[in-house]
């Protein structure tokens, strides 16, 4: 990890949720994007100590709930993604 990973992450999340319609506008992805920021959010929770790893994980969890709301099931994503459900969804209709 780098310094201020968390944060960068969190910032790409944070501009994703403010742009305006109910979902999210293929913009929100491209590289980087909000799919590399939640790998860098799950890579910082392998490192951080059990106190901030709970904080962190309680902000992932409402990104992960807003993300999935503003985002469709893909229907053809590939086997790898399998284990990184954010990559599984379509960014917009």
Do not use: K
Not at 17 to 33: H, I, K, N, V
Not at 77 to 93: D, K, L, Q, V
Request: charged share 30%.
């Amino acid at each position: 990890m780098w310094p201020n990973a968390v944060a960068n992450a969190l910032s790409c999340f944070e501009w994703a949720f403010t742009q305006p319609g109910r979902y999210l506008d293929a913009s929100a992805f491209d590289s980087p994007g909000v799919g590399d920021a939640r790998d860098d959010l799950e890579q910082a929770m392998l490192h951080l100590p059990p106190g901030a790893r709970r904080d962190l994980g309680r902000l992932i969890t409402r990104i992960d709930e807003e993300f999935e709301r503003r985002t469709l099931p893909e229907p053809n994503y590939n086997e790898w993604a399998a284990t990184r459900w954010w990559w599984t969804r379509m960014r917009e209709r």
